[in-house]
């Protein structure tokens, strides 16, 4: 994590000078030889200049380019974070100094990239190199602590987020999955319920058992819930993640080569609402946070459920499924159905749902959908501010009319075409209350390395909900 540091560097210390202007920046650190090569470098457009000062290394970091709107500069600052931890891990350093005088937002992001940035999945390669940078310290009178507060609880969630979707299900069943949540709640100070197979079958959630029928491990449903003494939401923001920790498509198996690979990320979701709650709670925010997560894998048992079944939600609501890989919406309307028992002030649902989005926007953005216009200006500018992108996809009823069933009330596909949206339209048929879909089926991993986003899950979706509940907050 991040640390406050209030006084200047040691003179063995390695030290990142931060700037956004390459005509200004602390000089105090440079001997007068060193000061003219620093000025010559940045007057020839270098954005990272170094010197070796024997006992340790001085970098002058200029990053931001004012021509683009804040939230690109911003992200320019974290991307600037990231090459200077790679920098400073292949030096094999413990310690570094940011100093960033009257730097604010632009300090946080610079640090909160090297920081996540830095992260690192090892738990199961004991011959893996771990990254020698352990401490950062900012200085800026700028930052406040609780702006380090803040950006330490969402890096922290990030992480974890991270953890839970690199775990295998070998490892990761959804009965783990739901203690992995406890865990987090007891830190966090947020209360966790689990309901497990007898008490899911009570509640005849048909969509969540259905899915499950083909796993030799049984499926959760967790109930998370966060509320301060002073919360300033009436009713609730409910969060619902889809949590299939592993997704083989049932008996309409995956078709295509690797499809299989990395489905151990088809929890993204879940991971990205738990966590986003972690951070929440931590950061003591005075509102009223409920996450729902249904809980299963997908796999293609001697029991598993079929195309041309019929099966009935918890709703009510019957569903021909006619394709058991449309699994994720199954699970979810049973948890949006749930979510109604709390008379939200908001739904927000996140899910790797459709190859569909991943195929139409890449590892750049989430297809989003959503009923709650008056909120929509809101989340869009949070997506700007920690870069998490969102591009919003219509909910038009055409697009429903493709789910119409001759023998039940719906079909769980729409067919080949706008496949993000017929799903979001499948979900829409089980709520009642303003609600965003956000669709991160091609955000929650990524397959090579993407800045400070890393290899592997990128925790896509944890800060983006941080950020609009925290501004719900105010």
């Not at 790679?86 to 640090?111: H, P, S, W, Y």
């Not at 309409?252 to 986003?276: E, F, H, I, R």
């Not at 190859?355 to 009923?371: I, R, V």
């Not at 216009?373 to 997506?383: P, R, W």
Request: hydrophobic residues 40%; contains cysteine.
């Amino acid at each position: 994590m991040i640390q406050k540091s209030n006084t200047g560097a040691n003179a063995d210390t390695h030290l990142i000078i931060l700037t956004n202007n390459a005509q200004r920046f602390n000089e105090k650190a440079f001997s007068a030889d060193e000061l003219r090569y620093v000025k010559q470098e940045l007057k020839d457009d270098k954005k990272t200049v170094t010197v070796n000062q024997y006992n340790r290394m001085v970098f002058v970091c200029v990053a931001g380019n004012k021509k683009k709107p804040v939230y690109q500069q911003k992200e320019e600052f974290r991307k600037a974070g990231h090459q200077m931890a790679g920098v400073l891990n292949k030096m094999k350093a413990n310690t570094v100094i940011v100093q960033a005088d009257g730097l604010r937002e632009e300090a946080l992001c610079f640090t909160e990239g090297m920081a996540l940035a830095n992260y690192q999945f090892l738990k199961h390669k004991p011959s893996g190199k771990k990254n020698s940078l352990e401490v950062i310290a900012l200085q800026s009178s700028k930052v406040t602590d609780a702006d380090m507060h803040w950006l330490n609880c969402t890096i922290e969630a990030t992480c974890r987020a991270r953890d839970l979707v690199n775990e295998p299900v070998n490892y990761l069943s959804a009965v783990q999955l739901s203690k992995e949540f406890e865990k987090l709640g007891k830190e966090a100070g947020f209360k966790v319920t689990v309901l497990h197979k007898k008490e899911i079958e009570k509640l005849k959630m048909g969509g969540l058992l259905s899915v499950n029928l083909g796993s030799q491990d049984p499926p959760t449903f967790n109930i998370m819930e966060y509320k301060h003494a002073r919360a300033k939401n009436k009713k609730p923001f409910v969060l619902v993640g889809k949590g299939v920790v592993y997704d083989t498509g049932g008996l309409s198996l995956k078709p295509t080569a690797n499809s299989m690979d990395y489905m151990k990320c088809d929890m993204g979701g879940s991971a990205a609402v738990a966590c986003a709650l972690y951070a929440i709670a931590k950061a003591k925010l005075p509102v009223h946070v409920v996450a729902l997560v249904p809980a299963t894998d997908n796999r293609p048992g001697e029991t598993a459920y079929v195309p041309g079944d019929i099966i009935t939600m918890y709703s009510g609501k019957t569903v021909e499924v006619l394709n058991t890989d449309a699994e994720g919406r199954l699970i979810l309307a049973d948890a949006l159905h749930y979510a109604k028992k709390y008379n939200p002030s908001l739904v927000m649902e996140f899910s790797t749902l459709t190859g569909a989005a991943s195929s139409a926007l890449g590892k750049y953005a989430a297809a989003f959908m959503t009923t709650a216009a008056n909120q929509k200006q809101a989340v869009l500018k949070s997506a700007e501010n920690v870069f998490e992108r969102i591009v919003e996809f219509p909910l038009w009823d055409e697009y429903g009319e493709l789910l119409n069933s001759d023998v039940a009330d719906l079909k769980n596909i729409g067919g080949p075409a706008a496949g993000m949206i017929t799903a979001a339209k499948f979900l829409e048929n089980f709520i009642d209350y303003p609600y965003m879909h956000f669709d991160i089926a091609g955000t929650a991993f990524v397959h090579a390395e993407d800045s400070y986003r890393g290899k592997g899950a990128t925790g896509y979706g944890v800060r983006l909900i941080a950020d609009f509940i925290k501004n719900k907050s105010k």
